[in-house]
């Protein structure tokens, strides 16, 4: 029986996805709007994105907390049991984490360094894409 409902449930989301909308464009002054119902608050124009993982963020502000330190979180996400960062070349996703004494390389999870430093909400950016652009943000 649940199985049946979800079914048709998403059938009909499916249907609504797919109908086109369409509407007509209405001119509308937002100073006389303004002073019509003071309710309504003016505000500049969000910027316009500017990293990878802003355009789906929509309006609001970015905040850039401050750079990655490779090595601290190569100890963070191993241990500090020998674990330190080196690279392969020059670029953003030329970082990895080696331990003493073994042949054995792991990757770094930038994100969770930053979240873990900064904020849950934050996250790791390559910025350019040079060994020394990561930095954490979020997006509120």
Not at 38 to 50: F, N, W
Not at 85 to 108: P, V
Not at 126 to 131: A, D, E, M, T
Request: charged residues 15%; proline residues 6%; contains cysteine.
């Amino acid at each position: 029986m649940l199985l049946s409902h979800s079914l048709g449930a998403i059938t009909g989301l499916m249907a609504l996805a797919t109908t086109p909308i369409s509407a007509t464009p209405v001119s509308v002054d937002p100073v006389s709007a303004a002073e019509a119902h003071p309710a309504i608050k003016l505000r500049d124009p969000a910027p316009v994105p500017s990293t990878p993982k802003d355009w789906w963020l929509g309006l609001g502000t970015t905040i850039f907390y401050g750079g990655v330190d490779m090595g601290e979180a190569c100890v963070w996400q191993y241990g500090n049991f020998g674990w330190y960062c080196a690279q392969r070349g020059t670029g953003a996703f030329d970082w990895y984490c080696k331990i003493n004494g073994l042949n054995l390389e792991m990757s770094i999870d930038v994100d969770a360094y930053c979240r873990r430093k900064y904020d849950p909400r934050a996250w790791g950016n390559f910025g350019n894409g040079g060994q020394y652009d990561w930095q954490c943000m979020a997006h509120f």
